[in-house]
């Protein structure tokens, strides 16, 4: 079983910065690639980045350009740097780690744009 903690949500402005990170504990070892996706009210959830163990990333449309993902092995941990925010980019942002006994996901963390 993989854990996950996102942490660094919160209220921006249009045009803003946040970064995100994901903790992963547990099995970590088993980790084949790892993901966000985020989820507006009313909207289905939506894929917003992944990377795999081979460092190769893959970004939806609406976000490429300004977002982009990391991972520091050595702390466990994967980023989701966001720039150039819009409001639009509003969501629950959850972060998913897969392995071959499944998919796990955090809790959740908010991002809020305001216009």
């Known amino acids: 079983q993989v854990q996950l903690v996102e942490s660094g949500g919160g209220l921006v402005q249009a045009g803003g910065s946040l970064r995100l990170s994901c903790a992963a504990s547990?099995?970590?070892?088993?980790?084949?690639?790892m993901a966000w996706y985020r989820q507006a009210p009313g909207k289905q959830r939506e894929l917003v980045a992944t990377?795999?163990?081979?460092?190769?990333?893959n970004f939806a449309d609406s976000v490429k350009g300004r977002f982009t993902i990391s991972r520091d092995n050595a702390k466990n941990t994967v980023y989701l740097q966001m720039n150039s925010l819009k409001p639009e980019d509003t969501a629950v942002y959850y972060c998913?780690?897969?392995?071959?006994?499944?998919?796990?996901w955090g809790q959740g963390t908010q991002v809020t744009v305001s216009s």
């Open positions: 998913t780690a897969v392995d071959d006994y499944g998919t796990s």
């Open positions: 547990g099995s970590i070892f088993s980790i084949k690639s």
């Open positions: 990377i795999s163990s081979g460092v190769i990333a």
